[in-house]
C-alpha cells in the first residue's frame, strides 16, 4: 500500500547536453551482462551518476537511461535479484537522494523480465527485499499487466503476494518481518496498478482486486487501481490529477464492490488522498530538483506557500467527500519541504484531527523506509 511509502513517483526530466558529456564522461562504459554482486552493481550505478547525487542529475534521461538500461535490466533478466536489491539499499544508504528516482528507475529496468504471467510471478517470489519502494515488485507487475493475463492469473497473482503477508508472520527478527510486510503491502498495491492497466474498467479492476484473498491487501489493490488512472510511476496516467478532484467523490460514492465487505472501499479513500496531493508533491520535486535558487520567476518561499495551499485543499476534500481513511492516509502524505517551518506544519497535521501526531512524525519515519 503506497500510504507506507508516500511519496511521489516521478517523471524522468530530458537530460540536458551538459548532462550527456557528464555521463559519456565519467558514466559507465559497458553492459552488465553477466550476474553481478552487489558490489559491482553499486559501482557501475556510480559510474552512471558520476558520483554525482542532487535530484537534477538523477532524474535526468541521461543517467536514468545508463542505469536502466546498462546495470539494472540485465540484472533483472538474469534473475539476479537479491544481489540487486542489496546493491540498491547500499545506494540509497550513502546517498539518500536517490530513494525517490530508484522506484521509477526499477520499474523500468523490470518491464521486459518475461513474457508470461507464470514467468514474472517466479521473479516476484525472488524478491526478498523491498528496495527503493517496492520498484522491482512494481515493474515486474506492470510487466504483467501487459502479457493478457487472465482472471486465474490474477488469482495467481494474489497467491504470491500473500505468500510476502505470511513470510512475515514467519519472522522471528522484527526487521525481516517488516521487510516482507512492505513487500506484501506493495506487492498488493501493484496488482491495483496492473488490474485497471489490464481491463481500463473499474468493476473489472475492482474485481480483480476482490481475488485477493485477504481484505488489507484487497484496500491496498483499489488504492493501486486509482494511482494508476490518475498518476502512475510508470506510464501515461488516463485522466489528470486535476480531474480527479471532480472525479473521485463520484467514483467513490458508487464505487462497484459487489462484496459484502467492501474492503475495496477503503482503498478508494486512501487512494483519494493520494491523487489529491499530487500537487503538492509536484511542488516540493521543483524545490529540489532545480538547480536554480528561483523556478520560473517563483522565489522558494512563494512556492512552499503554494504547496501549503495545495495540501489544505487535499484536506478538505477529504473531510468534505471522504471517509476518515483518507485523511489517515493524506496524514502520512505531505512533503518533506513543508516540515522545515514548524508553524507551517503544526497547522497542517492539526487539520488531520486524530491523524495529529502521525503527520507530525511522518518525515522523520519515511527517512527509515527502503
Not at 122 to 141: A, K, Y
Request: negative net charge; aromatic residues 6%; proline residues 3%.
Amino acid at each position: 500500500m503506497r500510504k507506507i511509502m508516500l511519496t511521489l513517483l516521478l517523471v524522468a526530466v530530458t537530460a540536458t547536453s551538459a548532462g550527456a558529456y557528464f555521463v559519456s564522461k565519467n558514466g559507465a562504459g559497458s553492459s552488465l551482462t553477466a550476474r553481478a554482486s552487489s558490489a559491482q552493481i553499486v559501482a557501475e550505478i556510480t559510474k552512471c551518476t558520476g558520483d554525482q547525487w542532487d535530484n537534477y542529475r538523477l532524474n535526468s534521461e541521461t543517467v536514468v537511461e545508463c542505469v536502466t538500461e546498462q546495470v539494472l535490466r540485465p540484472q533483472v533478466a538474469k534473475g539476479n535479484i537479491t544481489n540487486l536489491n542489496l546493491a540498491l539499499e547500499d545506494v540509497v544508504s550513502a546517498h539518500r537522494e536517490f530513494w525517490l528516482p530508484c522506484h521509477n528507475i526499477m520499474h523500468r529496468a523490470a518491464d521486459d523480465a518475461a513474457k508470461t504471467p507464470s514467468g514474472i510471478l517466479t521473479l516476484i517470489e525472488m524478491i526478498d527485499l523491498p528496495s527503493c519502494q517496492g520498484g522491482l515488485v512494481h515493474g515486474l507487475i506492470d510487466a504483467f499487466a501487459r502479457v493478457s493475463p487472465t482472471q486465474q492469473d490474477f488469482q495467481s497473482l494474489g497467491d504470491t503476494c500473500s505468500k510476502f503477508n505470511d513470510l512475515s508472520q514467519a519472522q522471528t527478527d522484527r526487521q525481516r518481518m517488516e521487510d516482507f510486510h512492505l513487500l506484501y503491502a506493495y506487492c498488493t498495491d501493484g496488482a491495483g496498478h496492473a488490474a485497471w492497466e489490464h481491463a481500463h474498467d473499474l468493476s473489472s479492476a475492482v474485481d480483480a482486486c476482490n481475488a485477493l484473498n485477504e481484505p488489507t491487501g484487497q484496500a491496498a489493490c483499489a488504492e493501486g487501481v486509482l494511482m494508476q488512472i490518475y498518476e502512475p510511476a510508470n506510464g501515461a496516467a488516463e485522466k489528470s490529477v486535476e480531474q480527479g478532484f471532480t472525479d473521485i467523490p463520484e467514483l467513490c460514492a458508487n464505487w462497484p464492490d459487489k462484496t459484502d465487505e467492501k474492503a475495496t472501499l477503503i482503498g478508494c479513500n486512501t487512494g483519494a488522498a493520494y491523487v489529491y496531493t499530487r500537487p503538492a508533491w509536484r511542488i516540493a520535486w521543483q524545490i529540489n530538483s532545480s538547480p536554480d535558487a528561483s523556478q520560473g520567476g517563483e522565489s522558494q518561499e512563494e512556492l512552499l506557500a503554494k504547496a501549503e495551499q495545495h495540501i489544505k485543499r487535499a484536506i478538505d476534500m477529504c473531510v468534505k467527500y471522504h471517509t476518515s481513511d483518507c485523511l489517515r492516509s493524506l496524514a502520512n502524505q505531505v512533503p518533506d519541504v513543508l516540515y522545515g517551518n514548524q508553524a507551517t506544519i503544526d497547522d497542517i497535521c492539526a487539520s488531520t484531527l486524530e491523524n495529529k501526531e502521525m503527520c507530525l512524525q511522518a518525515k522523520s519515519a519515511r527517512a527509515g523506509k527502503k
